[in-house]
Every structure is written in C-alpha cells, then in structure tokens.
Nanobody, 125 residues
Framework: QVQLEESGGGLAQAGGSLRLSCTVS????????MGWFRQAPGKEREFVAR????????NYADSLKGRFTISRDNAKNTVYLQMNSLKPEDTAVYYC??????????????????WGQGTQVTVSS
C-alpha cells in the first residue's frame, strides 16, 4: 500500500519560515519524481514545485521562485519543502505527490500517481 504522509504544517507569521516533509512508503521512492501542490480555500489546486528522481533537477511555480526550495533524501524516502518569507497568500493545504514518469506537464495534478492527505499551512499577517 502506497502512503505519502505530509508533516510540518502549522501557523506561521508573515515573513517567517516553515519546512514541510513528506515521507513515502510502499513504493521505490528513488524511482519517482516528487511534487508539491497547494490548495487555498475556494481555489483550484496549484503547482508549487517538483524534483527529479535523484534531486538534480527542480522546477518551481514562477511566483514562488526564490522563496520556496524543494529537496529530497532518498535514503529517508522523504521530500521536503522549505518555505521562507511566508506571506498570508501562502495559506493553503499543501500536498505532496509522486509521479512515476518523466513528463513536461509536471505542473498538472493529473500527471501524478499518488497523493498525500495534505498538511495545513496558515500564515498570519
């Protein structure tokens, strides 16, 4: 059974930082591209970042470049999202997702095979 479990969400002040983790089990982690998405209330789920299987390549939503960093530790079956300079508009449920195959459409949620349950991030002004 494949499981993706996010952690690290919570309440942060504007300008602060949080680091999200997503621990994966039930699949060969190093064979999967990993992504982070988020969904704010009343909005569609949006792409945040993606990382290649060995961590050598990353992609980000243009609006988040420079503030968010995705990384992974294949020995720990874990992908991370470091979020700095947080803004109230970053408030959302953050999801990690696993994608078995290389695709140019990595920002589209339907490309991903497995999803976590999400972790709430709330940024106060």
């Amino acid at each position: 059974q494949v499981q993706l479990e996010e952690s690290g969400g919570g309440l942060a002040q504007a300008g602060g930082s949080l680091r999200l983790s997503c621990t994966v089990s039930g699949l060969t982690f190093s064979n999967y591209f990993m992504g982070w998405f988020r969904q704010a209330p009343g909005k569609e789920r949006e792409f945040v970042a993606r990382i290649s299987r060995n961590g050598g390549f990353t992609n980000y939503a243009d609006s988040l470049k420079g503030r968010f960093t995705i990384s992974r530790d294949n020995a720990k079956n874990t992908v991370y999202l470091q979020m700095n300079s947080l803004k109230p508009e970053d408030t959302a449920v953050y999801y990690c997702a696993a994608d078995r195959f290389l695709t140019n459409d990595y920002s589209l949620s339907h490309e991903y095979d497995y999803w976590g349950q999400g972790t709430q991030v709330t940024v106060s002004s």
